[in-house]
C-alpha cells in the first residue's frame, strides 16, 4: 500500500478471517480486525454473494479468500465469481474482470468534492460569467455591469427549482475547470517509532544474516550448532538493545511534560482519556443481528440517523403543527433581501467550515456574489417571496463522529451524525434567521 502512490491497488488474499462484510455465515474477532483495517485504509472488498465457498475441506467450509481493491480501482473491477472448476487446493478459484482504465468511464470520486482555491486566481470570475451567458441567453457579454442587471430580469421568468438548479449548476461546472480538485485525504507513510536508530536497523540486519546462514547449513551438524548459537546470541543482543531503545525514548517522554502544564499527554494517556480511532463496519440491528455488506451496514445506519417522518406516530402537537403548514398566510410580504445583507451574512460565515455534497465553499459563493451581487440578491429574495426552500439545498454529506466513551459498542449509537449541507442553503437559512430576530419586536 505504501509503494503504490495513490495508484491501483488490487489484492487477492487468503485472510483466515471469517466476517458477514464478505458473505461469511459468522463474524469472528479476526474479522472484525479485518474490517476495521479495510475501512480505515479505504479499501473495498469485491467479493459478492455467491453459493460457492472459497474455502472447503474436510473440517467445513467458509468464505476466507478476498479479493480488495482501493478507490482508483474498484470502478473498473467487475463480475467477480467463486470458480467450481479444480484448483488442486482447498481454495477455490477467484474469477474476475478489469476493464481498461482509460477507456472514458465516468469517473467516481469516493472522497467527495473539494475544491482547492487561490486569491490570484481570475479563471473562474470569467468561466462563470461565460456560463451564465450561456444558460440564461444573455446578449451584454462585454460589461460585467450590465450582464448583472440582465440576469437580475431574467430571474422571473423561471421555476425557483430550475432558477437555482441552473444558476449553481453554472457556478459547479466553473469550479471545475478553474480550481484543482482535491483528491482527498494524501496516503499515509509508513509511521515510524521514535526509539528506532541506525544503530538497531544495523543489527537487525546482522541477526537476519545470521538466520539465513544457521537455516542454510544443513549437511554439517556440527558447524550447524555453531552458527545456531551464533544466531542465538546476535538475536540476544538485538532484543536487549531493542528494549533499552525503547525503555530510554518512554523516560524522555515522560520527562518533557513542563511544570506549568501538566495536563498534557502523558496525564491524558495514565488517565486513559485519549480518543482511539475505533471503526464501526458491521454494526448490530435490533433484531440482534449484524450487518453483512456495505449496502446494509449503511442502509441501517441511515434509518437509525434519518428515521421516517411517519404521520401516523403523530402526537397531537405535530397533528397541530402540519395542520397550520397547509393554512395559507395573508401578512404582508417580507421586504426582499438587499445586496449588504447578504454581503453582511457571507462574512460572518467561518471560511474553515466543510462544505457540502456539491463542494462549494462559502469563499466561491463570496466570489460569485462580487461578481454578479443583484442576480444573486434576486435569487434569494425570490426565495423568500415564494417561500421555497429548494430541494437542492437539502441534500447533505452524513459525517459520523464516534462519541466518546462508546468506543466498544457494537450498536449504530456509538456515532453522533454530522449533516454537511452545502453553503448556498447555509446562507438562505441564515438570512431567514436575521429575518425572524428583526420580526421578533414587532410580536412582543
Not at 478471517?17 to 479485518?34: E, V
Not at 430550475?162 to 459547479?172: A, E, N, Q, R
Request: hydrophobic share 30%; aromatic share 10%; net charge positive.
Amino acid at each position: 500500500m505504501d509503494y503504490t502512490k495513490g495508484n491501483c491497488l488490487i489484492i487477492a488474499v487468503d485472510s483466515n478471517a471469517r466476517s458477514r462484510m464478505w458473505h461469511d455465515t459468522i463474524t469472528n474477532q479476526r474479522g472484525k480486525i479485518l474490517e476495521e483495517f479495510l475501512i480505515c485504509n479505504d479499501l473495498y472488498v469485491l467479493n459478492e454473494a455467491t453459493e460457492t465457498p472459497t474455502f472447503q475441506s474436510k473440517r467445513g467450509s467458509s468464505c476466507i479468500d478476498l479479493t480488495v481493491a482501493n478507490n482508483r480501482l474498484v470502478r473498473y473491477v467487475s463480475d467477480w465469481i467463486c470458480g467450481e472448476e479444480e484448483s488442486c487446493s482447498d481454495h477455490n478459484i477467484m474469477n474476475f474482470k478489469i476493464a481498461s482504465i482509460h477507456n472514458g468511464k465516468c469517473k467516481m470520486n469516493y472522497m467527495g468534492v473539494r475544491y482547492t482555491t487561490k486569491q490570484e486566481d481570475y479563471k473562474f470570475d470569467t468561466n462563470v460569467a461565460t456560463n451564465f451567458i450561456s444558460t440564461f441567453n444573455c446578449i451584454n457579454e462585454t460589461d460585467a455591469n450590465k450582464l448583472d442587471e440582465e440576469l437580475q430580469g431574467k430571474v422571473k421568468q423561471y421555476n425557483t427549482e430550475d432558477l437555482i438548479h441552473d444558476c449553481f449548476s453554472c457556478v459547479t461546472a466553473a469550479c471545475n475547470t478553474a480550481f484543482r480538485i482535491s483528491k482527498g485525504r494524501k496516503l499515509k507513510t509508513r509511521r515510524t517509532v521514535p526509539w528506532w536508530n541506525d544503530e538497531l536497523k544495523i543489527l537487525r540486519k546482522k541477526v537476519n544474516a545470521l538466520r539465513r546462514r544457521y537455516q542454510r547449513t544443513l549437511n554439517n551438524e556440527d558447524l550447524r550448532s555453531e552458527r545456531k548459537i551464533q544466531y542465538n546470541e546476535g538475536k540476544r543482543q538485538y532484543q536487549s538493545r531493542l528494549q533499552e531503545e525503547k525503555f530510554k525514548s518512554w523516560q524522555k517522554y515522560c520527562s518533557s511534560t513542563e511544570e506549568s502544564n501538566p495536563w498534557n499527554a502523558i496525564y491524558k494517556t495514565a488517565s486513559g482519556k485519549l480518543r482511539s480511532t475505533a471503526c464501526l463496519t458491521t454494526p448490530q440491528q435490533p433484531d440482534g443481528n449484524f450487518t453483512f455488506d456495505i449496502e446494509s451496514t449503511t442502509t441501517h445506519m441511515l434509518d437509525y440517523f434519518v428515521p421516517e417522518d411517519d404521520e401516523t406516530n403523530d402526537i397531537a402537537v405535530h397533528k397541530q403543527i402540519r395542520e397550520q403548514i397547509k393554512e395559507l398566510i395573508d401578512t404582508e410580504d417580507d421586504k426582499p433581501f438587499s445586496r449588504e445583507e447578504i454581503a453582511s451574512v457571507i462574512k460572518r460565515f467561518n471560511p474553515k467550515k466543510a462544505p457540502g455534497e456539491d463542494g462549494l465553499t462559502i469563499e466561491i459563493l463570496l466570489r460569485a456574489f462580487r461578481r454578479f451581487p443583484s442576480f444573486l440578491t434576486e435569487v434569494y429574495s425570490k426565495c423568500l417571496k415564494e417561500g421555497c426552500f429548494p430541494k437542492q439545498w437539502k441534500k447533505s454529506s452524513i459525517v459520523p463522529i464516534i462519541k466518546p466513551g462508546k468506543e466498544d459498542s457494537r450498536d449504530a449509537s456509538i456515532y453522533r451524525p454530522i449533516s454537511l449541507l452545502n453553503v448556498a442553503g447555509k446562507l438562505l437559512d441564515r438570512l431567514m434567521i436575521e429575518l425572524c430576530i428583526m420580526c421578533i419586536p414587532l410580536l412582543v
